[in-house]
């Protein structure tokens, strides 16, 4: 199972725009997606965007048209691109990466970076 480590999470102002990136290890076992999940304090784990090898996406209605996920598959690295970020986008980023480890489906979690927007 891959380890992944998050990285650019800061503290930006209502409208500014943030880079999130996350990097994968090395596995034996390809990485059919990966993904980026937000909980803000006080409330549970909430999808943000997910975009899977073949490079499909998919984003919470919050986030459409703000943030842009990508992937480079070389790197085995996953960026979330925010912009006209706000307040309530303040929450602890987490990544996530699923695999098919001999026949049976895991799912990999980052330690998280926090994201702030104050107003």
């Known amino acids: 199972q891959v380890q992944l480590v998050e990285s650019g999470g800061g503290l930006v102002q209502a409208g500014g725009s943030l880079r999130l990136s996350c990097a994968a290890s090395r596995s034996r076992f390809s990485i059919n997606f990966m993904g980026w999940y937000r909980q803000a304090p006080g409330k549970q784990r909430d999808f943000v965007a997910t975009?899977?090898?073949?490079?499909?996406?998919d984003y919470a209605d919050s986030v459409k048209g703000r943030f842009t996920i990508s992937r480079d598959n070389a790197k085995n690295t996953v960026y979330l691109q925010m912009t006209s970020l706000a307040p309530e986008d303040t929450a602890v980023y987490y990544c996530?990466?699923?695999?098919?480890?001999?026949?049976?489906?895991?799912?990999?979690w980052g330690q998280g970076t926090q994201v702030t927007v104050s107003s």
């Open positions: 996530n990466a699923g695999q098919t480890i001999w026949g049976t489906q895991r799912e990999a």
């Open positions: 975009i899977t090898s073949g490079g499909s996406t």
